[in-house]
């Protein structure tokens, strides 16, 4: 009889090891599936980014205006940009730099990552194209955000 009972206790412990295990199991991959979530969505935006950085040095290469720049940036955009304004670019000309470049930065701040607890999680994108109106370096800054 006593056996039993010690089988029967032994039983009980092993039970409830194995539901501990398999509740801890289940939580890691839970936690790993919404860091891959996570993950995929930065992937995505950053790609977004520098589809948008290439296009903006292309026409600031073409010397196109603002105006048909935010027209296409908007065209190009992923779902998850906030609509591009004029208020989101801003271009500076250098005429003291004769290199012939059009560079266009993307910046935004990501807010919902998982990743980093520190500090803002800055995604950033820039294109350097070959300037083919004039001499002189033209740098624009687009700084989009994120809607949720």
């Known amino acids: 009889m006593k056996t039993k009972i010690e089988n029967n206790t032994n039983m009980i412990e092993a039970v409830v090891e194995n539901i501990l295990l398999w509740m801890i199991m289940f939580i890691g991959f839970v ?16 790609d977004n980014m520098s589809s948008l950085s290439d296009y903006g ?7 196109k205006n ?27 000309t250098n005429t003291s730099a004769d290199n012939y470049q059009a560079i266009f930065n993307t910046q935004t701040t990501y807010t919902n990552s998982v990743f980093t607890t520190e500090g803002a999680n800055n995604i950033t994108s ?22 949720n």
């Open 31 to 46: 936690s790993l599936f919404f860091m891959v979530l996570d993950y995929s969505k930065v992937l995505r935006i950053k």
């Open 57 to 63: 040095a292309r026409m600031i290469a073409l010397n």
């Open 66 to 92: 603002e105006s048909d720049i935010i027209t296409g940036l908007n065209n190009l955009k992923a779902n998850t940009v906030a609509n591009i304004t004029s208020s989101n670019l801003l271009c500076n």
């Open 126 to 147: 820039r294109s350097v194209v070959f300037n083919e109106v004039n001499s002189s370096q033209e740098e624009c800054t687009l700084t989009i955000s994120i809607s």
